[in-house]
C-alpha cells in the first residue's frame, strides 16, 4: 500500500464526520490556494494493546520512522512524532497517548474495560486507525465523568481511532503566508480560534507556529439519547529554518499541550 492511500482514507473519513474541516479547506481553495498537509494526529491510551507503537504500525510499514518524543506533564500526555523515510513531502504523523497509571483507578477501569470489548481481529488489523469507536454507544454519563479527570480520555472514549486534526503546511499559502492572515481570515469567515494562552502557539525564533480552529460540534448517538460535543479540528502550522538553513520539522510540546485544548468541551 502507497502511504498517500492511508492519508487520503482518513481525509475522507475526517471531512466526511467533521463537515466544518471541509468548509475550511474550501474556503482557502476558493481563494486560489494550494492546500498542503504539514501532519496529521492520532490519539489512543497507553495499555499496551492500543498504545502509540500499535497505531504507529502501519505508518512504520509504509515508510516512516520514529523522529522525536514529547512529554506533556500537565496534560499527562506521551507523544512521537514519524516521518517519511524517503518524501520528504510526506505529513508528518503524530501519534500521542494518555498516561492512564496518572489518573484515578475509576477512570483507569473505565478505559480499561472499554478496551476489553474490542476483538482480537480488531486490535492486529491495519485497519484499527480507521476504525473510530470499536466498543459500542457510548455513555453521555461516563462521558462527562471522564471529563473532570480527562478531556482527552473523554474524547477518545467517544471518537476512538480516527484522525483528531489534519495540518494546513502555511508555509505553502501563497496569499494566506502567515498566521495571522490565516487566523484573521478564518475569523472573518465565522470560525472559533483556539485562544488557549493566545491565537498563535510558538514563535519564529522556536521555529514553529500553530493555530487551531475550536472543534466542530457534532451530533452524537449515545446510550441516552443524541448530543452535541466537539469532535475533531483542523490546524494551521508555519516553520522556520534553523541556523543552517533546514526548515525545523519537529514539534513544541508547550505549543502542542495548548492545541490539544482545541477539542475541550464547549457550547455555542
Known amino acids: 500500500m502507497d502511504y498517500k492511500d492511508i492519508f487520503n482514507r482518513l481525509w475522507t473519513d475526517y471531512i466526511t464526520q467533521n463537515p466544518h474541516s471541509k468548509k475550511v479547506y474550501d474556503l482557502f481553495v476558493g481563494e486560489g490556494e494550494e492546500i498542503l498537509n504539514d501532519h496529521i494526529a492520532f490519539r489512543t491510551f497507553n495499555d499496551a494493546r492500543i498504545n502509540i507503537d500499535v497505531l504507529a504500525k502501519v505508518f512504520i510499514a509504509n515508510g516512516f520512522e ?23 513531502s510526506a505529513p508528518r504523523v503524530f501519534i500521542s497517548e494518555l498516561i492512564l497509571e496518572d489518573f484515578s483507578i475509576d477512570l483507569q477501569n473505565i478505559i480499561s474495560k472499554t478496551i476489553d470489548k474490542i476483538s482480537l481481529n480488531n486490535l492486529t ?13 457510548p455513555s453521555y454519563e461516563v ?24 495540518t494546513v503546511n502555511i508555509n505553502n499559502l501563497k496569499k494566506y503566508d502567515s498566521i495571522e492572515k490565516v ?8 470560525f472559533l480560534i483556539n485562544d488557549s494562552e493566545g491565537e498563535i502557539k510558538g514563535s519564529p525564533q522556536e521555529l514553529l507556529e500553530q493555530s487551531s480552529i475550536k472543534s466542530g460540534l457534532i451530533k452524537v448517538d449515545f446510550i441516552e439519547g443524541a448530543f452535541e460535543i466537539p469532535s475533531c479540528y483542523y490546524e494551521f502550522a508555519k516553520r522556520y529554518p534553523d541556523a ?8 513544541i510540546a508547550k505549543s502542542a499541550d495548548k492545541i490539544f485544548e482545541s477539542t475541550d468541551f464547549y457550547q455555542k
Not at 520514529?66 to 520528504?88: P, Q, V
Not at 465523568?145 to 467517544?158: G, N, T
Not at 543552517?244 to 514539534?251: A, D, E, P, Q, T
Open 183 to 190: 487566523n484573521t481570515f478564518l475569523k472573518n469567515k465565522g
Open 244 to 251: 543552517n538553513g533546514k526548515l525545523y520539522s519537529g514539534f
Open 66 to 88: 520514529e523522529k522525536g518524543t514529547y512529554t506533556f506533564e500537565n496534560k499527562h500526555l506521551f507523544a512521537k512524532h514519524f516521518e517519511h523515510k524517503t518524501d520528504l
Open 125 to 137: 488489523s491495519e485497519e484499527l486507525i480507521y476504525s473510530g469507536n470499536i466498543w459500542g454507544t
Open 143 to 166: 462521558f462527562k465523568y471522564l471529563r473532570k479527570e480527562s478531556e482527552y480520555a473523554a474524547w477518545v472514549y467517544v471518537f476512538g481511532f480516527c484522525a483528531n486534526h489534519f
